[in-house]
């Protein structure tokens, strides 16, 4: 598992250029067929558009790379998505851009500055997030123990998903700090009256500043 970038969330962001509509719309997809899915997502959002282009970059070595024209003049509005993904070195993101004719003919070069700026402002609304390889863990201890190793996980910045009690409080964790570090400070800080159960393996999202 290796570190990579791709956007915080989905979201959509229109520009309009000589009365043209320019929808950016942005997706996080792990797999080649879920652009099809997200395509019918921005036609069932945005009927009747000209034309629904995207780019994509899919798999954490950025190999799998697509895009279309749909219709507009070849390597005009696919190809410059694309550019601004591999220029910002995303991965697992999908833009797609919905244009809605407004009756002026932009040209070229008009059409490529306008699919790149409606690409770059979605992305930046949508915020781009390091993915950092992590692990889950289960800790399981006292009732009297549960405030301060509650706080203590917060101030080390370790995420608390869900908390449980039963004879005893059961804390699962998410945390990109290395598993033998944590697991030290834990029994350090429960004087070793602590279960503490490794899960699965997985990545967590850090919003990098602007």
Request: proline share 3%; charged share 20%; with cysteine.
């Amino acid at each position: 598992m290796k570190t990579y970038l791709t956007v915080g969330s989905q979201a959509a962001h229109e520009i309009v250029i000589n009365k043209s509509r320019f929808i950016g719309l942005t997706f996080c997809v792990e797999a080649e067929s879920e652009i099809a899915q997200c395509l019918e997502m921005a036609r069932a959002e945005y009927p009747a558009a000209t034309h629904y282009c995207y780019g994509a970059v899919i798999g954490q070595d950025g190999l799998i790379q697509r895009f279309s024209d749909d219709g507009e003049p070849g390597g005009t509005a696919g190809m410059p998505i694309l550019q601004v993904l591999i220029q910002k070195e995303l991965r697992n993101v999908l833009v797609v851009v919905v244009r809605y004719f407004g009756g002026i003919k932009l040209g070229a070069g008009g059409l490529v500055r306008a699919y790149t700026k409606a690409a770059v402002e979605a992305i930046d609304k949508a915020g781009i997030v390091e993915m950092v390889p992590g692990s889950k863990g289960l800790l399981t201890l006292a009732y009297t123990q549960l405030g301060s190793v509650e706080y203590l996980l917060r101030q080390w910045g370790i995420g608390i998903e869900d908390i449980s009690y039963s004879d005893r409080v059961s804390i699962r964790v998410a945390t990109d700090m290395p598993w033998d570090e944590l697991c030290g400070r834990i029994r350090d800080a429960c004087s070793g009256n602590v279960e503490i159960k490794r899960l699965e393996d997985t990545y967590l999202a850090k919003r990098l500043q602007p």
